[in-house]
């Protein structure tokens, strides 16, 4: 039915544990569980993106595994700055070396230097991205919040969006870098991206080359 209405990502979990796994802010890690594997089983056959963003480690190792199609950390930082969301080295290696895709989340609470990250600080983290998985293997997933209230992320922050806190309280709306205020600039990639020395090729990939390859292989297995 979701297929039918258009779906073609979703996440096998949000950041605590459900019938599929658990979330990445979970103390243990059960893994994929057999209900799990038959939604893989599914969304492989329909052709729908598996996320595993906010899923917990050994839950994605198990995804990654199972599934006859790549997957995808859609919208994630590498471990620059400990924290639930962010993925280590090995994570990232991982889901490469299996044909998968990584999408960089410019949110400062991923970054080193948090609120005082600045767009050239998000490129020297895609460019610490790129040197792990590779620049085919890699784009932008923004994970912007643009115009909501703190309501709207303790929301986020809380099981299911009504129970316990599954990670850290926001105690404030968290900014975004310098220079990516708004979604309007977005644009501002390409010049920061060119202070770093990257070629045309490669700005033209991760801007959105590479997405739009890698979403055809899966949608249109």
């Known amino acids: 039915m979701f297929r039918d209405l258009g779906v073609r990502v979703m996440q096998l979990t949000y950041n605590s544990q459900n019938l599929v796994g658990s979330g990445c802010w979970e103390s243990r890690d059960g893994g994929l569980s057999d209900f ?3 939604v893989i089983d599914e969304m492989n056959r329909l052709g729908i993106l598996i996320d595993l963003s906010h899923v ?3 839950t994605s190792d198990d995804a990654i595994k199972h599934s006859k199609a790549p997957v995808a950390y859609t919208h994630c930082c590498p471990m620059l700055k400990q924290h639930a969301r962010n993925k280590t080295d090995a994570q990232l290696r991982t889901i490469a070396d299996a044909g998968g895709f990584v999408g960089f989340a410019s949110y400062t609470p991923f970054l080193p230097k948090g609120e005082d990250s600045t767009l050239d600080d998000c490129v020297a983290a895609m460019d610490y991205l790129i040197d792990l998985v590779g620049e085919a ?3 932008i997933g923004t994970d912007w ?3 909501q209230d703190i309501g709207f992320f303790n929301y986020l922050s809380s099981d299911k969006g009504k129970g316990r806190s599954t990670a850290t309280p926001h105690k404030k709306v968290p900014s975004m870098p310098t220079g990516l205020e708004t979604l309007g600039n977005f644009r501002n990639f390409i010049p920061a991206m060119e202070r770093a020395g990257w070629s045309e090729t490669r700005i033209r990939a991760v801007l959105g ?3 739009l390859r890698f979403l055809g292989e899966v949608w249109g297995r």
């Open 36 to 38: 799990g594997r038959h």
């Open 56 to 58: 917990g480690p050994v």
């Open 137 to 139: 293997n890699t784009g």
């Open 145 to 147: 919040v643009q115009g």
């Open 209 to 211: 080359e590479n997405w």
